[in-house]
């Protein structure tokens, strides 16, 4: 939604002489392309700043699934070892009993 609103925008500084004249006064930029190049950097400024929240954000989940995974296949091998000793346990009292 950020990208369509920035493009918007500047698509209609860029053609829009007055409203571009307007924007620059209003900066205090000498130049108009000045205007458009510090928007652009701003625009890019913000994107990298929510790419890098949204990175810290997912390194977490990242985290925190990883040691879930750790934790369920701890518990699915002891489960498995389990099963293993009661199997052979039953094996061994059926040997006896013939």
Same mark, same amino acid.
């Given at each position: 939604?950020g990208?369509?609103?920035?493009?918007?925008?500047m $698509?209609?500084?860029?053609?829009s002489?007055?409203l +571009?004249? #307007?924007v620059?006064?209003?900066?205090?930029a000498?130049?108009f392309?000045?205007? $458009?190049?510090?928007?652009?950097? $701003?625009?890019l400024?913000v994107?990298?700043?929510?790419?890098?929240?949204r990175?810290?954000a997912?390194?977490? @989940?990242?985290?925190?699934?990883?040691?879930?995974?750790g934790?369920?296949?701890?518990?699915k091998?002891? +489960?498995?070892?389990?099963i293993? @000793?009661?199997? #052979?346990?039953?094996?061994s009292s059926?040997?006896?009993?013939l």
């Open positions: 939604m990208w369509l609103v920035t493009g918007t925008t $698509l209609a500084l860029s053609v002489e007055g +571009l004249k #307007w620059s006064e209003l900066v205090g000498t130049l392309t000045s205007t $458009l190049f510090f928007f652009g950097l $701003l625009f400024m994107i990298c700043l929510h790419f890098s929240i990175i810290s997912l390194t977490n @989940q990242v985290r925190k699934l990883t040691q879930s995974i934790i369920l296949d701890l518990e091998k002891t +489960l498995e070892r389990q293993g @000793q009661t199997i #052979w346990q039953s094996d059926n040997l006896e009993q």
